[in-house]
């Protein structure tokens, strides 16, 4: 009995200090916002709206927000899309080198988000025409997210019965009614929790938009962000805390009608 | 005695039931038709400017100035500049301190500590646990960055406020420490996630079977749990380690400061190829990344598959 | 190039003006002043003149580095703004990429014979020329003096008008205000962390007060005797405990120090006027002072001895700014070079300052009228921008930066001078290509 | 070996679900006690209620004269085989086997000899080097068993360790399982929702519904007399007919037709009772020609059992089954009688055997 | 309804598995037909090939005179219940059920009138909102069930559709699975490795061992003459005894005992010839009391089997089993006899059956 309640304090305590510490830097972004000229210092607001009608009035707040949100379910859709499709056909289909493609695609997925690829990336986009296009951009996040996507969700369609498949077969569904019909929403959970994934990377990515989106007016909140700040690079606390909390907002709202809606959980193991 | 002692061996080996993988029929055809659109795409935007990244590493490259206007081909000399830089090996070593001490151990072993102390929980407290974990997984790096300089801040900071301390400079004292933490905080739902999803395939009867024998909490970890979930940590640690080493948020936290004491290889990279314009040096310390990379997925494979 | 040519009736032209500001953020007033005036009025004025054109603003508000990167990627593939707006230093690596062109090549003779240059000091055009040729017009300009607290100052028996003659008087006043318990007496930008503003508000004045230039004659200074008075301050600065290395070290330092400073935590501090407009400016800086004009002293920045600073002077400042130019990728390079002078016309100029945030335009004309309310950069123009010096507007002069930038850094660590001199010179023989382009 | 009695045992899972209602249980040392059952009336939770894998709600658990409730599996001294047998896919036959007295801290060599003995009373010698994913299911089985008989535990719990096994594997598992607890003579617990597997093996028996015991006993008397239609509809390979009747004086009308009052309840029936009459299948006889106190109709289902036939005759609507051996078995469709053993019938009054 | 034959069936597995090794079979229209063998011996793979899902490395196979060998399972027109039912779990009942006629692209409201009919049928009136998930094993199979009849396929394909449900829940949905057939006629092949439920449901049932077949026939002639000593002992709830023996002139000699020759074998046997005695427990007699023509030893053990119970003997080492009725049981140990019927005992030589 006693190793039982050693057990539960132990248990309570664990808890309590992970809340702890996940909470901890989150409670600046509860607070700052309401605080009339906030500093890095977490205390009781005054719960002043003014910053919030501020940022409203600022002439690129709203609308990079939703510039965010079409970059990001865009992508997240193209994303969804093809890596499904590819996922599905390399889970069921043993094409040769497919596990050595999938390693070396995400390898190289790895370089294509540093810093180093932004002449390529920039000189490609201006050859093909697709600079200053969030249409350009969104091809080109998402071709920086398929490897992993693709790798993850992979997992996903290794883990689902194929008697599912096979039986639909006899029925006479083609390849892709199978798809359609069966596989996605057995996936469901899988596709959603990618899409989740790929949303929170576009929605946080400043380099690419900055670079490749030439007009204010298409340019997304992770840029926005970067501009709250004064002549002297110093932090505008105020735009910065409060523009930062609507710029979250969005992101936590997806992920709880995403969980609640579709279970949020990964798959994975590479199959040895 | 022979009949009732011992079961004729019907079935001496059974090779694993597999069918057909090919359940709905694709096909190698229409198979190369699923991912041609994702290949295209990843051929296009990944493949081919990875390659040109990879061809910037030997010339001279540079953002402005002469060699911005003519590069020229300079064969292995950005790599050689690279391995005589004392900068570059500084770099190195913290990221596989930031690296190991971020992701393999904090991520890694947090993750998998929350998802084995979650197991088989339910309810409010298990989704409450897991949602703020994920929460500091999908906010933005930019506002995540100003959470933890606000909670860092010497004068001002949560941190030492909570702790009683008066201008304790976090990230001037203890840079890696601070980024590591940070890094910890950041990335920790994702090998959360994983293994929470692996814990669920650990069949229950072999956890009860070890504690029946009298296994200890720690045994059944080593005998049941793990030689389970060595997939997992499988992909776990190839993806987390590949994500933190190209990872960039350490910038925004001390811009590689001070004096270069966090200055991790993806910040050197930026530091190297942004502040400085030196492209083709960025490049090649890109493709070095890419090398090592490539060293430690070849690594974990063969650490975890060697003993099946 | 068919549309080369500005005659072409009734085709409406377009224009485009980009710079690193942006309405609600980073330089918004310049960002608003350029949207609600400039372009109203220049396509006014065009129109009078019987063309029909059509501006429009490109807005950004990012790190310089980023600006830079973006704007050299834009160059570089032929695209971008008409106008851009670069920073002063960045010019000689821009004309050597061959990002920017003469304007003369560009706009063809109009260029040179702009009205404008005879209002502008040499010094300050000096800033847009490379290799003889004017490649923009100037922007603005600034300088560095020292600012103090003057009711820190009274506490520490220090007098308000205090303007030291040499560096050992103002570690005498250093000492006078550790002594009265002050925390923070003397703050000189050193270390990485603060980037292009150690050089500016740091090491480069303090070396051109010891009497030296980073680059002088085409030769590269090694590690002579001026720059090892200049590390020998900051050792006695931050090794002496007069500053504050801590400060220096972290990524917002150069923020929190000026913080303390509007909290009377900090008694002298070497800064640009920049400092004053948009730091401690009552009515908009992030550091308000409301009592600015009463409180803060600014002094001029001496010689380590009288008469031993460069030019023989006996007190020094640095200066950088911004150019604005033309892109060589323009389709209209003279209209743009219309809309470019248009935006450096006393009447623009004047009107810019209107919104409150004056500052030192590059026209002396202008200048005159204009900062006659604000004692601070009456005394920059007057004053200081006599003594002042420019950096090398050269490719590598950045990285000769960093390198200098960890020279200080290296000091505030405990290296000596001597030493951190000597691994200035080894890195330096890396940057600039070799022994033979440094002076012995 | 010890004896395990239950007192009173309760588990209510967190959520509401009574799995076991305060129940009471002995079981002899070196008793084959199965626990049978449909899904879900508790077997499973009783049998990890005894291991300590769940803790009881109420109630007590004693193994051998130690009261065991609070204590941790470990720590009962009982071993368990699990329907899927959980051996460790990571280790060997030997390294299996031995995995209990790894964990006892027994030396290397002791417990690969250990082993090496117990696998070659199985009839494991050849296998001792493979993995379990290597081996059949049968051959699985077996490591699992010396796995138990490893530890040298009091009690051994089974929990449908069959199930898993094919149909013909199954049948010669069960008789090994059987003859190897009568050498090792430990008391073992048996879980099956298999009438045939309880019937055949177990010394003792118990009926489980819904988290109670309504019947224990000896195999032959749970099949000969179940005490109520639950249990009666349960056991046998082929489920006993149950009926609606009513008694008139001293004969039954049953589906249309009389029938004597069966020998065990004779005299205890009121006129006009509604009871429900019982016979299995197997203590019906078939005729082909009108026969007295039968139940007479079409026959409709043919089923082979082997050496004989399964029929089922529709009696004015009411199917009754009963067994014809080989050599006397109907078409479909032509007229037949089954006539029910006096002595082996059976008569329900609401549900509980009516007996003397 | 179509017939079904299968020409020199081979089915090859990369990786070189002959799963099934040019078979030929033949299925009559209407016919209920099992497949039955041990795991692995290629039934799976048989139903796959004859579904299309497996593509045939050699032979043909046709389906109402259609040769489909080449065609894709979908134009197959048969109709598959896997053994984990396959419903899919996103969708309700009537949507698994109208699955097939929404990709033959029927009117939604015509399918879903068709749903709710043969759902109907088969008792699943008030489930048709449910998920899978939400109903027990037993009404997921009958959804499986009312799936293939929606289709109204040619052939129904059936892999151990009840193994997955609990032993007495297999008993009923054999019957009831049975008795549709029936009144559907359509052909039905029925893959199962219980053989008491091949023998129970089949019209006829072929027996497989290792890609071949090794018996074909009606449920009674497999379990009677068995056509070699592989499918004597896979047949039957409880093995044949299958004995090493010599024939000396008129007699056998078995276990240290004489026996007669059975009359199958009657002067087929020469002088000295080794043989296999094979008798199944059914057929065996027992003896309390020394019995001429038997096989003497002692009980070791007793199974009950319900209405009856099977000793096992040891005579002279070798194990031989026999059924004793109810009432006459022997206790362990006693000494006992086994009396085979001589018109049931079996001879093989070489392992196949020798009868005239
Ligand atoms: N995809 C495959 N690749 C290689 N071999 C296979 C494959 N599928 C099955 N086999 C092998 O083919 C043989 C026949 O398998 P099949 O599944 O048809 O047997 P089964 O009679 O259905 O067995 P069970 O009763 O266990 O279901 C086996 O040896 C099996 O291991
Ligand atoms: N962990 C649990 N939490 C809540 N209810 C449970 C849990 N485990 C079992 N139950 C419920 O307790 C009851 C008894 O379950 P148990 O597993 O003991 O049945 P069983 O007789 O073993 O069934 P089966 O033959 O299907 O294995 C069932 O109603 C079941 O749903
Ligand atoms: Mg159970
Ligand atoms: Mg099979």
Redesign the pocket.
């Known amino acids: 009995m006693t190793r039982f309640v050693l057990g539960r304090i132990g248990f309570s305590t664990l808890v309590a200090v992970l809340l702890a510490f996940f909470t901890l830097p989150l409670l600046w972004l509860a607070s700052a916002p309401l605080t009339t000229d906030p500093t890095y210092k977490v205390s009781v607001p005054d719960f002043t709206w003014e910053n919030f009608q501020t940022i409203l009035e600022h002439p690129y707040a709203l609308p990079s927000l939703y510039n965010s949100l079409v970059l990001s379910v865009g992508t997240a859709l193209l994303v969804v899309l093809l890596a499904a499709l590819a996922a599905y056909a390399l889970s069921r289909v043993h094409l040769p080198g497919r596990d050595v493609l999938l390693y070396v695609l995400l390898l190289l997925s790895s370089i294509i988000t540093g810093t180093a690829a932004m002449v390529p990336l920039f000189q490609l986009a201006v050859d093909l025409q697709l600079i200053d296009s969030q249409f350009g951009l969104i091809l080109i996040l998402s071709g920086g997210l398929l490897p992993a996507a693709i790798f993850m969700l992979k997992d996903f369609m290794d883990a689902t019965p194929k008697s599912y498949e096979e039986s639909a077969r006899v029925f006479g569904a083609t390849p892709l009614q199978i798809v359609r019909h069966v596989v996605v929403p057995l996936v469901r959970p899988g596709l959603a929790t990618i899409a989740v994934w790929s949303v929170a990377n576009v929605w946080g990515n400043f380099l690419m938009p900055f670079l490749l989106l030439r007009d204010v007016e298409k340019q997304p909140a992770a840029v926005i962000m970067y501009t709250l700040y004064t002549e002297g690079g110093q932090a505008n606390l105020r735009l910065l805390s409060t523009f930062g909390l609507l710029y979250s907002v969005p992101v936590v709202v997806m992920y709880l009608i995403v969980s609640k809606k579709y279970g949020f959980r990964f798959h994975g193991g590479i199959k040895r | 005695m022979a009949q009732a002692t011992s079961l004729p061996d019907t079935t001496e080996e059974q090779p694993a039931r597999r069918y057909s993988e090919d359940a709905a029929g694709l096909g190698r055809l229409r198979a190369g038709a699923f991912t041609a659109p994702a290949l295209a795409l990843i051929a296009v935007f990944l493949v081919f400017p990875a390659l040109w990244v990879l061809y910037l590493g030997i010339t001279n490259y540079r953002l402005t100035g002469i060699a911005a206007a003519d590069p020229k081909v300079v064969g292995i000399d950005n790599f050689l500049t690279a391995l005589a830089n004392p900068r570059f090996w500084n770099s190195t070593w913290l990221t596989v301190e930031f690296v190991a001490g971020s992701a393999v151990i904090g991520q890694a072993v947090l993750g998998f500590t929350i998802a084995w102390v979650l197991r088989d929980r339910r309810g409010p407290l298990r989704r409450i646990v897991e949602g703020i974990v994920i929460l500091a997984w999908i906010l933005p790096s930019a506002v995540v960055a100003f959470l933890w300089v606000a909670l860092l801040d010497p004068r001002d900071g949560t941190l030492n406020a909570v702790l009683g301390l008066t201008d304790f400079a976090w990230l001037l004292d203890h840079p890696m420490l601070s980024i590591i933490v940070f890094n910890i905080w950041r990335g920790t739902a994702f090998s959360m996630m994983l293994y929470a999803a692996a814990l669920g395939n650990v069949p229950p009867s072999h956890l009860e079977s070890a504690r029946l024998a009298g296994a200890s909490n720690w045994q059944q970890l080593r005998d049941v749990v793990f030689p389970h979930i060595r997939g997992h940590v499988l992909t776990n640690l190839l993806l987390i380690s590949l994500w933190t080493f190209n990872d960039f948020s350490p910038f925004m936290l001390t811009a590689g400061g001070p004096d270069g004491k966090s200055e991790v290889l993806a910040v050197h990279v930026y530091n190297e190829a942004v502040r400085n314009g030196s492209l083709g040096y960025g490049a090649a310390i890109s493709t070095i990344i890419l090398l090592i990379n490539l060293v430690v997925a070849v690594f974990y494979l063969r650490l975890l598959r060697s003993k099946r | 190039a068919c549309g080369q040519s500005s005659g072409g009736g009734g085709d409406t032209i377009e224009l485009t003006i980009a710079q690193n500001a942006i309405a609600g953020g980073k330089n918004a007033a310049a960002a608003e002043f350029i949207a609600n005036w400039v372009i109203p009025k220049f396509e006014e004025a065009q129109k009078a003149k019987g063309k029909d054109v059509k501006v429009k603003f490109v807005p950004s508000g990012v790190d310089d580095e980023q600006y830079k990167t973006k704007l050299s990627l834009d160059l570089k593939s032929g695209k971008g703004a008409d106008v851009i707006d670069i920073d002063g230093i960045w010019a000689g690596e821009f004309a050597q990429a061959g990002y920017i062109k003469p304007l003369s090549e560009l706009v063809g003779p109009e260029a040179d014979s702009w009205d404008g240059w005879q209002q502008i000091p040499e010094a300050v055009q000096g800033m847009a020329t490379y290799e003889g040729k004017k490649y923009a017009l100037p922007v603005g300009t600034d300088g560095r003096v020292l600012y103090f607290s003057k009711p820190v100052f009274a506490k520490a028996g220090l007098p308000a008008d205090w303007q030291p003659k040499s560096w050992q008087e103002v570690l005498d006043a250093g000492a006078k205000l550790k002594a009265a318990g002050v925390p923070v007496p003397i703050q000189i930008n050193a270390g990485t962390a603060m980037g292009e503003a150690t050089s500016m508000q740091g090491v480069l004045p303090l070396l051109a007060g010891a009497g030296g230039e980073v680059q002088k004659d085409g030769k590269w200074t090694g590690a002579s005797q001026p720059l090892k008075d200049a590390l020998g301050l900051y050792q006695k600065i931050y090794g002496g405990g007069l500053g504050d290395p801590r400060l220096q070290q972290d990524a917002k330092g150069r923020d929190k120090s000026f913080q303390r400073f509007a909290e009377g935590e900090v008694g002298i501090l070497m800064e640009g006027d920049y400092f004053w407009r948009g730091v401690v400016n009552p009515k908009d800086g992030i550091a308000k002072m409301d009592d600015r004009d009463q409180s803060v002293g600014y002094a001029l920045i001496p010689a380590i001895e009288p008469g031993k600073g460069i030019r023989g002077q006996d007190f020094v400042s640095m200066s950088g700014g911004a150019l604005r130019t033309v892109n060589p990728h323009s389709k209209h390079p003279k209209e743009a070079f219309e809309l470019l002078a248009f935006t450096l016309s006393p009447e623009a100029l004047k009107e810019e300052a209107k919104n409150g945030s004056v500052r030192v335009t590059p026209r002396t004309d202008v200048n005159k009228e204009l900062l006659a309310g604000d004692p601070l950069l009456t005394f920059i123009s007057e004053k200081v921008l006599p003594l002042t010096a420019y950096r090398p507007p050269v490719a590598v002069y950045p990285q000769v930066s960093v390198a200098l930038q960890e020279a200080t850094s290296a000091v505030v660590g405990g290296t000596t001078p001597d030493q951190a001199a000597a691994d200035y010179q080894k890195k330096l023989e890396g940057i600039v290509g070799g022994a033979g382009n440094i002076a012995s | 070996m010890a004896a395990i009695e239950l007192r009173g045992l309760t ?1 209510v ?3 509401g ?4 209602d305060a129940l009471d249980l002995v079981i002899p040392d070196g008793e084959f006690f199965a ?1 049978l ?12 209620t005894i291991a300590g894998l ?1 803790t009881a709600t109420g109630g007590s658990v004693v193994i051998g004269e130690r009261d065991v409730t609070g204590v941790q599996p470990g720590g009962r001294d009982v071993a368990m085989v699990f ?1 899927d047998y959980a051996l460790f896919p990571h280790m060997d036959v030997t390294d299996n086997i031995a995995y209990p007295l790894r964990i006892k801290k027994v030396a290397k060599t002791t417990r690969q000899a250990k082993a090496a003995e117990v696998g070659a009373r199985l009839g494991l010698e050849h296998l001792m080097d493979r993995r379990p994913g290597q081996l059949s299911g049968g051959q699985q089985q077996r490591v699992a068993l010396a796995r138990v008989m490893a530890t040298q535990a009091q009690a051994f719990l089974f ?2 360790p069959l199930s898993n096994l094919d149909a013909r594997l199954r049948l010669e598992a069960r008789t090994f399982l059987k003859k190897l607890q009568r050498e090792l003579g430990v008391t073992t617990v048996f ?1 099956t ?1 298999d009438q045939a597997e309880a019937l055949a093996m177990a010394d003792r028996m118990a009926v ?1 519904e ?2 109670h015991i309504r019947q224990i006993g000896t195999p032959a008397e749970v099949f000969q007399r179940p005490a109520n239609t639950f249990v009666a509809g349960f056991i046998g390979s082929t489920p006993m007919n149950l009926l609606d009747g009513v008694a008139h004086g001293g004969t039954l009308e049953v589906a249309g037709c009389a029938l004597p009052v069966p020998t065990s309840a004779e005299g205890l029936l009121a006129d006009g009772e509604k009871i429900v009459y019982g016979v299995r299948p197997e203590y019906n006889a078939y005729a082909a020609e009108p026969a007295a106190d039968a139940l007479g109709g079409k026959v409709v289902i043919m089923e082979n059992l082997g050496a004989s036939h399964l029929v089922t005759l529709d009696v004015n609507d009411v199917m009754v089954q009963a067994i014809v051996p080989e050599g006397r078995e109907p078409a479909i469709g032509d007229q037949g009688w089954a006539v029910p053993r006096r002595d082996r019938a059976l008569v329900y009054r609401d549900g509980e055997l009516v007996a003397g």
């Open positions: 588990k899972y967190p959520g679900v009574r799995a076991l626990l059952g449909p899904s879900g009336c508790g077997k499973t939770t009783l049998l990890r769940e329907q929990d449908e879980v929702h489980m819904a988290g």
